[in-house]
């Protein structure tokens, strides 16, 4: 298994399977009880835990140390509660570039879409039934664990 993190303030979280299938994705906005629910239940068998950094530099000097504790505070969670999975901590730069190749500016979120609905036709990506309206974060997740599946 693999587990993908999107971390941001509307992020999501998503487990892959070993053969890169999506066992379950949600949306998620801090390390708090959903992250805790969805980790736990794939605490024993997640090989991998695949979480954007948090960036380097944000318009907002707060925003960005918000940011930047949440993730730590999600790593250091995680480490606890499953020393035997591998953690990689790619930029977003870093996995968006192996994932979707050269995105023209402010056009990040609609090649992640497509990608997304290119290696998982049947999902949905929405976070609740009455949703019309594809979740970025879940989407994120999910690209971000496929990272990890296949480097």
Do not use: F
Not at 10 to 28: E, F, M, S
Not at 53 to 65: D, F, I
Not at 126 to 135: A, E, F, G, N
């Amino acid at each position: 298994m693999i587990i993908g993190i999107d971390p941001g303030q509307d992020g999501g979280i998503a487990i892959l399977g070993h053969l890169g299938n999506i066992i379950d994705g949600r949306k998620c906005s801090g390390p708090e009880d959903a992250w805790a629910a969805i980790v736990e239940n794939a605490a024993t068998n997640a090989q991998t835990i695949v979480i954007e950094e948090a960036p380097t530099h944000c318009p907002k000097a707060q925003t960005l140390r918000k940011l930047a504790l949440s993730v730590g505070e999600l790593v250091g969670y995680l480490r606890a509660k499953m020393p035997h999975a591998a953690i990689l901590r790619p930029s977003a730069q870093n996995w968006q570039r192996k994932m979707l190749g050269t995105v023209p500016k402010g056009q990040t979120k609609e090649y992640a879409l497509t990608k997304a609905r290119n290696l998982w036709p049947e999902e949905k990506w929405l976070p609740t039934p009455r949703c019309k309206v594809p979740h970025d974060g879940i989407i994120d997740a999910a690209l971000l664990a496929y990272y990890g599946h296949i480097i």
